[in-house]
């Protein structure tokens, strides 16, 4: 049973850093394309970051560019979000997300490329 749990959330002040963590158990991820997406209340989950299997191609969001770095470990089968500059817009639900496909390319920026979900973490920022 595949699963990806993130941790890393939490309560923080506009300013403040943040790491996020996505460990995939069940299978090895280290030929997929991974992605980190954020939803709040009431609005559409949409795109923050993704990296490509082997971590040479990042894609991000406008609204987190030169904030965020996204990176991964597939020895750890794992795939990070290091969130810096912490704004309030930035509080949000933050979920993990993993493509099926081996070695595939592209953007990664829809909701439709991955495969499988992890059940959030929550990020808050106060201002």
């Known amino acids: 049973q595949v699963q990806l749990v993130e941790s890393g959330g939490g309560l923080v002040q506009a300013g403040d850093s943040l790491r996020l963590s996505c460990v995939a158990s069940?299978?090895?991820?280290?030929?997929?394309?991974m992605g980190w997406f954020r939803q709040v209340p009431g609005k559409e989950r949409e795109f923050v970051a993704a990296?490509?299997?082997?971590?040479?191609?990042?894609n991000y969001a406008n609204s987190v560019k030169g904030r965020f770095t996204i990176s991964r470990d597939n020895a750890k089968n794992t795939v990070y979000l290091q969130m810096n500059s912490l704004k309030p817009e930035d509080t949000a639900v933050y979920y993990c997300?993993?493509?099926?496909?081996?070695?595939?390319?592209?953007?990664?920026?829809?909701?439709?490329?991955?495969?499988?979900w992890g059940q959030g973490t929550q990020v808050t920022v106060s201002s």
């Open positions: 997300a993993a493509d099926a496909r081996l070695l595939s390319s592209g953007n990664y920026v829809h909701e439709h490329d991955y495969n499988y």
């Open positions: 069940g299978r090895s991820f280290s030929r997929n394309a």
């Open positions: 990296i490509s299997w082997n971590g040479g191609n990042t």
